[in-house]
């Protein structure tokens, strides 16, 4: 935010599994360079100008999260639940850069790159999952669906666990992700911490939105709609296994992550 204006129309104009290399890999690499090159080469920096990181996190998270409540379109609305999701990642960081104790700073770290992984990991899923109401319908709007839990019940089961995941529900690694960033960040940024907060409601309104819409009611769709092929499932569900595996035990993720956030913070906080 502001210069994620390009992100909603590629995802929409590119095929899914483009979406979901895009949500999965090439959002990360921003961010991967603040914990890689910005923070430990220019400490001090970080620091003067962490404020307005934190800043730029925040309005990410909500402005992310209410435009993303405002869409019909399935996948635009994923797009921009990714805004949201990496937001709280800019935020962990920022608050990381304000913070003079390395305790919290190095837990928000950890939990920004907790984050990376975990959003990589439900968006891909979700737009992959859009992208079988494509190829079986030839639309993503949700209007045009209704009942689909009925004649797809793997689809259903698997569009409802990426949605409770990406909304932070606790046994998912979403969860351990945002409880981090949260917990991490409020030392030092308690009102953007706060704010934030809200991007989880909001989210959480959307997502049961477009469940309603799409899984229950009356059948309806633009064309007869059939279960989970097994490539689709193939592809969909190893990801919602690694979603709900780091979610119960995160314990060999994190103990990647925290040596180098420890490292990390110790350069940064002073």
């Not at 307005?52 to 405002?70: E, I, K, Q, R, T």
């Not at 919290?104 to 992208?131: E, K, R």
């Not at 351990?176 to 959480?204: H, M, N, R, Y």
């Not at 064309?223 to 092929?229: K, N, S, V, W």
Request: hydrophobic share 55%.
């Amino acid at each position: 935010m502001p210069f994620h204006t390009w992100l909603p129309p590629a995802h929409t104009d590119a095929p899914a599994a483009g979406s979901a290399i895009l949500a999965g890999v090439l959002l990360k690499m921003g961010t991967y360079g603040f914990v890689r090159i910005a923070m430990p080469l220019l400490p001090a920096a970080w620091r003067d100008w962490a404020w307005l990181v934190v800043v730029v996190g925040v309005v990410s998270v909500l402005h992310g999260a209410l435009v993303a409540l405002a869409q019909t379109d399935f996948k635009r609305m994923v797009a921009y639940t990714s805004v949201n999701h990496m937001g709280y990642v800019v935020l962990a960081v920022g608050a990381a850069g304000l913070a003079t104790d390395a305790g919290p700073a190095s837990l928000a770290v950890t939990g920004a790159v907790t984050q990376m992984v975990s959003h990589g990991l439900i968006t891909a899923a979700l737009f992959l999952l859009a992208g079988v109401l494509h190829d079986r319908c030839g639309s993503y709007r949700m209007r045009d669906f209704g009942g689909l839990a009925g004649p797809a019940p793997v689809f259903a089961a698997a569009t409802g666990l990426a949605a409770f995941a990406g909304l932070g529900l606790p046994g998912f690694s979403g969860f351990i992700a945002e409880f981090q960033i949260f917990t991490g960040s409020f030392a030092s940024a308690p009102v953007a911490t706060v704010l934030a907060l809200l991007g989880i409601l909001i989210t959480a309104g959307l997502f049961l939105r477009a469940l309603h819409q799409v899984l229950t009611g009356p059948l309806r769709a633009p064309a007869p709609f059939t279960d989970l092929r097994p490539v689709e499932t193939a592809s969909i569900v190893p990801l919602l296994v690694l979603v709900v595996l780091l979610g119960v035990l995160p314990r060999p993720l994190l103990d990647v992550i925290e040596p180098a956030a420890a490292a990390l913070t110790g350069l940064v906080v002073r």
